[in-house]
């Protein structure tokens, strides 16, 4: 007896192949490919050899040399990316609560976010490193979150203190508390800025972590895989590393969307 299909089958298939001849996966694989024909493109008119600039045609080898090191490399700074990710996400709205509910505090504490914002972290990577001797993971950790979690805070305080009076006068004189009108009004309408900032913080998070891999001297992960290059002049290596953390970077971020599109895909207004 033939095989037929069931309807919940054929939607699953019928979905999967809708999305990729959809303009949403075509056209970032398009740029992609247009992007790595410009870079070959612009090497080979300029005649640059691979210690001055490497081309993709270049990459391939070096990552079949050191293969084992990109994937042992890349997991260590993915992880650790993603927990000072998770820590930037916690301590961002928990000030950004508080800053929102709060314009004593909104007032007492902007100044100082924004002033340690401004602080290239590059400058604090090296004390971190020296006042955390050894402690490598803890130090790339740290310095992810400490980048990463100022626009997080930002958009939730934004988001919650713009919220209309009249929503929280109406829900307070039918008896709500503060923790039901968070709930129920203050939160949905924060969520389209949070996930914006945490697409912004993502990228972020990464530049974190691997200011620290190249600068401490116990650094491991892509940063210090890049870092072996540099020493060696090998240029096919350290550009093999910039495309690895790109990849893990989109990786992260639609990571993100889909998480944005399951708890706020409401929001989500599609330009004609």
């Given at each position: 007896?033939?095989?037929?299909?069931?309807?919940?089958?054929?939607?699953?298939?019928?979905?999967?192949?809708?999305?990729?001849?959809?303009?949403?996966?075509?056209?970032?694989?398009?740029?992609?490919?247009?992007?790595?024909?410009?870079?070959?493109?612009?090497?080979?008119?300029?005649?640059?050899?691979?210690?001055?600039?490497?081309?993709?045609?270049?990459?391939?080898?070096?990552?079949?040399?050191?293969?084992?090191?990109?994937?042992?490399?890349?997991?260590?700074?993915?992880?650790?990316?993603?927990?000072?990710?998770?820590?930037?996400?916690?301590?961002?709205?928990?000030?950004?609560m508080i800053m929102g509910f709060s314009r004593l505090m909104r007032d007492a504490l902007y100044p100082l976010l924004v002033g340690f914002n401004a602080i290239p972290k590059a400058t604090v990577v090296p004390i971190v490193a020296l006042l955390f001797v050894g402690a490598h993971d803890f130090n790339t950790i740290l310095i992810a979150f400490m980048i990463s979690f100022f626009p997080i805070a930002v958009s939730v305080s934004i988001g919650l203190s713009t919220l209309?009076?009249?929503?929280?006068?109406?829900?307070?004189?039918?008896?709500?508390?503060?923790?039901?009108?968070?709930?129920?009004?203050?939160?949905?309408?924060?969520?389209?800025?949070?996930?914006?900032?945490?697409?912004?913080?993502?990228?972020?998070?990464?530049?974190?972590?691997?200011?620290?891999?190249?600068?401490?001297?116990?650094?491991?992960?892509?940063?210090?895989?890049?870092?072996?290059?540099?020493?060696?002049?090998?240029?096919?290596?350290?550009?093999?590393?910039?495309?690895?953390?790109?990849?893990?970077?989109?990786?992260?971020?639609?990571?993100?969307?889909?998480?944005?599109?399951?708890?706020?895909?409401?929001?989500?207004?599609?330009?004609?």
């Amino acid at each position: 007896m033939a095989y037929v299909p069931d309807m919940k089958t054929r939607s699953t298939g019928g979905s999967v192949a809708k999305f990729l001849t959809s303009r949403a996966f075509l056209a970032p694989i398009i740029a992609m490919i247009v992007f790595v024909a410009l870079w070959e493109f612009l090497v080979w008119v300029n005649n640059w050899p691979d210690y001055v600039m490497a081309s993709p045609s270049d990459l391939p080898a070096a990552y079949a040399e050191y293969w084992g090191l990109f994937v042992k490399y890349g997991w260590q700074t993915l992880w650790r990316t993603v927990v000072g990710l998770v820590l930037a996400v916690i301590v961002g709205l928990f000030l950004g609560m508080i800053m929102g509910f709060s314009r004593l505090m909104r007032d007492a504490l902007y100044p100082l976010l924004v002033g340690f914002n401004a602080i290239p972290k590059a400058t604090v990577v090296p004390i971190v490193a020296l006042l955390f001797v050894g402690a490598h993971d803890f130090n790339t950790i740290l310095i992810a979150f400490m980048i990463s979690f100022f626009p997080i805070a930002v958009s939730v305080s934004i988001g919650l203190s713009t919220l209309e009076p009249e929503y929280r006068d109406i829900l307070r004189a039918l008896g709500a508390s503060q923790g039901t009108i968070f709930w129920k009004i203050a939160l949905p309408k924060t969520l389209p800025e949070f996930f914006g900032a945490l697409k912004v913080a993502v990228t972020l998070a990464f530049i974190g972590t691997n200011l620290m891999e190249i600068v401490s001297p116990h650094g491991r992960g892509l940063g210090a895989l890049f870092d072996s290059g540099k020493t060696n002049s090998d240029y096919p290596l350290m550009f093999a590393v910039l495309i690895a953390l790109a990849i893990l970077g989109i990786v992260l971020y639609y990571v993100v969307v889909a998480l944005e599109k399951i708890f706020a895909g409401w929001a989500d207004r599609q330009p004609g």
